[in-house]
C-alpha cells in the first residue's frame, strides 16, 4: 500500500527504519561483493568426546568487512538467505570445508577428524545440493563418512517428505547428519525418529544455564536421554565451564565443544592447538 500513497509516504517513515533500511541494502551491496572477493574465512571449533579426544570440528563462517570489523553470520546469514546469495556463499563454505577435511585426512594425526558444517534450510532445498556435495567431495578427495551436515529444525517445517529423502540421497553418498540448536524449534519427535540422523545437538541456550535453571536442566538431560534411546550421539555445545562439563557427563552427555575447550580458531591456529594437545592412543 506504501506504493500507491505516493511519494509522500516516505513521511510515514521513522528515520531510523530509514536508516536500517540503508544498512541493510549497504549490507547486501558489501556481502556481494565479499563473495567476488572471497572475503570469508572458515574457523574452526573443536568437539571433543569425554575422555578429552578430539573427535572433530565445526567449522563456522567469518566475515572481516573493512572499516566495520567483523560482521557476526548470524547477521549475515539470514540476509545471504533473503537475497539468494546462500546458494554461491554456501559452495564455497561447503568446498573450503571439504578441501580442509580432506588435507586432514591425508596428515596422520589427525587423519579421523570429522567436519561439521552448518547448511541452512534454504541451502538444502536448492534443487542441486545433492549435487554440490557429490562435487565438493569428489574436487577435494574428501572422505564423505568424514562430513557431517548440521541442519536445524526449521528444516523439518518443509516439505517432510521432501527433506527425508533428500538426507537419505546424502546418506547413500556416506554424509551423516546432526541437527543442531535441538530444543528451539517445536520440531515433532515423531519426525525425529524418521530422520536419518547421527547425532543431536542440545544448543547452548539451555547449556549455558543448567548450573541456575532447572527448567534448562530438565530440558538437557531429556535430550541427552532422548538423544541415546533413539540411538543417536548428543553433542553439548556452548560448554562455557568444567561445571557444565561435569554436570553434563553426569547425565550421560558424552560429546562437547565450546569455549572450555576452545574458541572457533582459523586453520593453522588450531593445527597448533591440536598439537598442544595430550596425545591420544
Ligand atoms: P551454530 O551452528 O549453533 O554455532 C554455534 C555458535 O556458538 C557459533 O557462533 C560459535 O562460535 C558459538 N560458540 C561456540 N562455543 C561457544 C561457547 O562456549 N559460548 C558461547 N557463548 N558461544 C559459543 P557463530 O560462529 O557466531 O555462528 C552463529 C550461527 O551462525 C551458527 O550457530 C549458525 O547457525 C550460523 N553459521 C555460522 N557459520 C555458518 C555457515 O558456514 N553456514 C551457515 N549456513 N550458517 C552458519
Ligand atoms: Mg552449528
Ligand atoms: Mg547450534
Ligand atoms: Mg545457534
Not at 533500511?21 to 572458515?42: G, I, K, M, T, Y
Not at 570429522?114 to 545433492?130: H, P
Not at 544455564?209 to 541427552?224: F, G, S, W, Y
Not at 553439548?236 to 576452545?262: D, I, N
Amino acid at each position: 500500500q506504501a506504493k500507491e500513497a505516493g511519494p509522500s509516504t516516505i513521511l510515514f517513515f521513522e528515520p531510523q527504519m530509514l536508516e536500517e533500511v540503508s544498512s541493510r541494502a549497504r549490507l547486501q551491496r558489501d556481502l556481494r561483493e565479499a563473495l567476488q572477493r572471497q572475503d570469508f574465512a572458515l574457523h574452526y571449533q573443536p568437539q571433543l568426546a569425554l575422555d578429552g579426544t578430539v573427535v572433530g570440528v565445526e567449522a563456522l563462517i567469518r566475515w572481516r568487512l573493512e572499516g566495520h570489523g567483523m560482521v557476526s553470520p548470524m547477521e549475515f546469514i539470514p540476509l545471504a538467505e533473503k537475497t539468494g546469495l546462500i546458494l554461491p556463499l554456501g559452495r564455497w563454505i561447503l568446498h573450503t570445508a571439504c578441501r580442509q577435511l580432506a588435507a586432514w585426512a591425508r596428515h596422520g594425526a589427525r587423519r579421523h577428524l570429522t567436519m561439521a558444517v552448518n547448511v541452512s534450510a534454504g541451502q538444502f532445498q536448492q534443487e542441486d545440493f545433492v549435487q554440490q556435495v557429490r562435487e565438493a567431495l569428489v574436487e577435494t578427495g574428501a572422505p564423505a563418512h568424514r562430513l557431517k551436515l548440521e541442519l536445524t529444525e526449521s528444516l523439518m517445517l518443509q516439505q517432510i517428505e521432501a527433506v527425508i529423502a533428500r538426507m537419505r540421497e546424502l546418506q547413500a553418498l556416506g554424509v551423516q547428519f546432526s541437527l543442531d540448536d535441538f530444543g528451539t524449534g517445536f520440531s515433532s519427535l515423531a519426525y525425529l525418529k524418521r530422520l536419518p540422523l547421527a547425532q543431536l545437538k542440545i544448543d547452548q541456550g539451555f547449556v549455558r544455564d543448567i548450573l541456575e535453571d532447572h527448567n534448562d536442566a530438565a530440558i538437557a538431560q531429556t535430550v541427552i536421554a532422548l538423544g541415546h534411546s533413539l540411538g543417536l550421539e548428543v553433542i553439548a555445545e556452548g560448554v562455557e565451564t568444567e561445571q557444565h562439563r561435569a554436570l553434563l557427563a553426569q547425565w550421560g552427555c558424552r560429546f562437547y565443544q565450546g569455549y572450555l575447550f576452545s574458541r572457533p580458531l582459523p586453520a593453522e591456529a588450531l593445527q597448533d592447538w591440536l598439537d598442544a594437545q595430550p596425545p591420544q592412543e
